[in-house]
């Protein structure tokens, strides 16, 4: 496996598992109600979101080199 490939990998992990700490976070927000289980939970979010397009942009920049 490459580097490239197990960079790609590792950034979707990461963001799977951001989204899940955020939905446990929000579930935990609604059983508690504790503002900051939502902060939190809307933080979570953003990072997910900022890991995406980090991998967006990590993809183009390295569009011409190969997966294995």
Do not use: D, P
Not at 39 to 49: F, H, N, P, T
């Amino acid at each position: 496996m490459s580097l490239k490939a197990f960079h790609i990998f590792f950034i979707a992990v990461s963001i799977i598992l951001t989204l899940g700490f955020a939905v446990w976070l929000f579930e935990s927000y609604t059983r508690s109600e504790n503002s900051m289980m939502m902060v939190g939970s809307i933080l979570s979010i953003i990072i997910a979101v900022g890991l995406g397009m980090y991998g967006v942009r990590f993809l183009k920049k390295l569009k011409n080199v190969s997966y294995l």
